[in-house]
């Protein structure tokens, strides 16, 4: 659908506001299924950051689970998701005995919810929290994923788990097994240095090059690291799942013989960071609309807000970009400010004081931080109005 479109079938709404285009996420979902090479996709919630559209997505054929990002997230929708979605993995380890003693008096959260963990201290606390008479904790083991070079002094990836080399994910894995009230079920890697790293982005063809390398190499690194890792473990129990992966490197992950589940979300937006893969081309599905304020000066006009940053390294890649009406930009010393945003380029003139300009932003989830509901437009109109997490008084970090 095209902003036109949006813009006719929203014409009647307040700015700021938010919409998801239903026709492209459909397409972006299926997209992301064809991607998967037959494996199970469990949907990154943190990518989506809405109930309803998380409950839409998991009824797409291919899509079965999901990956939270904290206890309480996942405790709340073990709550408010059938059973039928599957069982809900928690991204990443929890370091506050509130939430995982909630978890632990939760009978029924408890066996749908896995926890994961990278070390002892993080298994100590789950075996407290489990006691001595609750329902046994599931756990998930994460081994990091990022390609290391030179013994170790060049670290390419992400900052995740300190479990690198398969001895160290096989020696946990025995550690779990000492705490009786603690049942390990899985493993999961996100090599983000691929998944989450665009490898055809405008700029410098040699640049792009080194990325295509770095990618090439880290994938057959860490194929044979994890398949040793997974086995290390499987010597010492068996495992529901092994899960990887991430929008970006769904093919080359799907392939590994040792993963049996990928994990995605972001392509379902598809946010400005996803627009420059070589493997796909998303159809942008999530945008958001704000008014003009100010005429400052000929071929400048200012909205109100817009300072929806992405996390990330800050810099220009991690700021929302001007799409209607074509050829507004950001100026280099204001960037997106807090409470307005002033923008450049010849349609400045054609705007008028209440107009709007529609953004999409750096990434997909963090722009239901920022706003309390979403609009779904479907074949040119406004089919619902869902609320966000903030819309359900849901803010988790």
Request: one cysteine or more; glycine letters at 10%.
């Amino acid at each position: 659908m095209s902003i036109e479109h949006l813009r006719q079938a929203t014409a009647e709404l307040r700015p700021p506001f938010a919409v998801v285009d239903l026709d492209a996420l459909r397409a972006n979902a299926d997209q992301l299924v064809r991607r998967s090479g037959g494996k199970p996709i469990r949907l990154a919630s943190k990518s989506l950051r809405c109930r309803a559209l998380i409950e839409r997505t998991l009824r797409v054929p291919g899509f079965r689970g999901v990956m939270a990002f904290t206890v309480p997230e996942a405790r709340w929708l073990a709550g408010a998701l059938g059973e039928e979605a599957g069982d809900i993995l928690v991204g990443y380890p929890c370091a506050d005995p509130g939430p995982l003693a909630e978890l632990a008096a939760d009978e029924r959260a408890a066996a749908r919810v896995t926890l994961m963990a990278d070390c002892v201290e993080h298994l100590d606390l789950l075996a407290a929290a489990a006691g001595k008479t609750g329902p046994r904790l599931r756990v998930c083991l994460d081994l990091d994923a990022s390609l290391r070079l030179l013994g170790g002094r060049v670290h390419l990836g992400m900052r995740r788990s300190p479990l690198h080399a398969p001895d160290t994910v096989g020696a946990l894995a025995r550690a779990v097994l000492a705490r009786p009230r603690l049942h390990l079920v899985g493993v999961m890697a996100y090599e983000g240095q691929i998944a989450g790293m665009a490898d055809d982005a405008p700029g410098s063809p040699l640049r792009r090059a080194g990325v295509r390398a770095m990618q090439r190499a880290s994938a057959r690194e860490l194929a044979e690291r994890r398949a040793a890792a997974v086995r290390a473990v499987l010597d010492v129990a068996p495992l529901e799942f092994v899960n990887g992966g991430g929008t970006g490197s769904l093919e080359s992950t799907a392939a590994e013989s040792a993963v049996t589940e990928l994990a995605a979300g972001s392509g379902l937006y598809a946010p400005v960071l996803f627009d420059h893969y070589r493997a796909f081309t998303p159809r942008p599905a999530a945008y958001f609309a704000l008014t003009v304020t100010r005429r400052p000066a000929p071929r400048h006009v200012t909205v109100l807000g817009g300072g929806w940053i992405a996390s990330g390294p800050a810099g220009p890649d991690r700021l929302p970009t001007p799409v209607w009406p074509a050829g507004l930009r950001l100026l280099p010393r204001e960037g997106a400010g807090e409470v307005q945003t002033p923008l450049l380029g010849a349609a400045a003139d054609r705007l008028r004081i209440g107009d709007r300009v529609w953004f999409r932003h750096a990434k997909a989830g963090e722009l239901c931080e920022r706003i309390d509901r979403l609009h779904l437009v479907e074949d040119g109109r406004i089919v619902d109005e869902v609320p966000t997490y903030r819309g359900e008084d849901r803010a988790f970090l």
